[in-house]
């Protein structure tokens, strides 16, 4: 059985809908959705987030077969009656007033809100005191032109209840609707205090690489082009390396990338330890 998806939000006052057949996207969930021009439901989501902040569902209409409380996170979070108006708002009828169209917005802000070189850019999660660094996240789920995009994964209502759907053996499967209704915002503005970065991994795991890195110990030296050094070593541990800070007779690889230090180069050297390039690299994980 298919199921079909749309996006409630509310502002605290009145839930609106937003129709993905209006905005000319798949009204599937997908496995899943890209980041891109292409995807103006998700972009408008976002700009909706820049301007205030917002509780947000990704409402399957399969999504109240049944409520399950324990069973599904999203029933641990609201009463089933306030589920229901959620899911009502979606599948029911609803008013034009309380429907979000696509001429609501500028043309290239539905292309441009999100992109692949998205950076110094965050979806905050203030119910859970929890952040997305988009420029991280797009570095750690890339493959060459193709990102999912978070935010319809993260708020999804009923995923699994229809064919074709995001499996649960799939990559990151359990942060899939953990952030359903939960109050969300979209700003160029990093949150400081007591908000945490979080970091969910929807790229297909590396494990299997031109010299396996799992259980290997990699060290880099330098700056490998287009990568934050957070983000390389989040990498090497998605193929079950491990980044070491110095080199040590452990060290199985060192890593030459631009401008080199000395002192671990010739390490590496009087130990024998193998020296390989930030392309080998890049290779070895993709």
Known sequence: MEQNFRVVVCD???????DPADFGVPVRLGIPNRIGRENRLANAVYILLSQRPYRVSWMGSLADEPYQ???????DALPEEEFMEYYET??????????????QFAPD???????????EAYLINHSK????????????????????????????????????????????????????????????????GEYQETRPCFKER??????S??????????????????????MIQQAGGKMGSSVTRSTDYLVVADN??????NKAASLGIPKITASDLMTMLN
């Open 129 to 192: 005191m929890a952040y997305l660094d988009m420029g991280n996240y797009i570095g750690f789920n890339r493959t060459g032109d193709s990102c999912p995009d978070p935010l319809p994964l993260l708020t999804v209502c009923g995923n699994g209840r229809g064919d074709r759907e995001y499996p649960p053996s799939a990559p990151g499967a359990e942060r899939i609707r953990t952030w359903a209704f939960d109050l969300l915002s979209y700003t160029n503005k990093k949150p400081g």
């Open 260 to 265: 080199p230090g000395a002192t671990k180069l």
């Open 69 to 75: 409380p324990g069973v599904d996170l999203y029933a």
């Open 90 to 103: 979606a599948w029911g009828g609803v008013s034009a007033g309380r429907t979000i169209l696509p001429r």
């Open 206 to 211: 590396r494990t299997t690489v031109l010299s």
């Open 213 to 234: 890195l799992a259980g290997k110990t990699v060290v880099v030296t330098g700056t490998v082009p287009n990568y934050t050094r957070s983000e390389v070593e989040f």
């Open 12 to 18: 605290g006052k009145k839930l609106i809908r937003l």
């Open 109 to 119: 802000m539905l292309q441009l809100a999100v992109q692949l070189k998205t950076k």
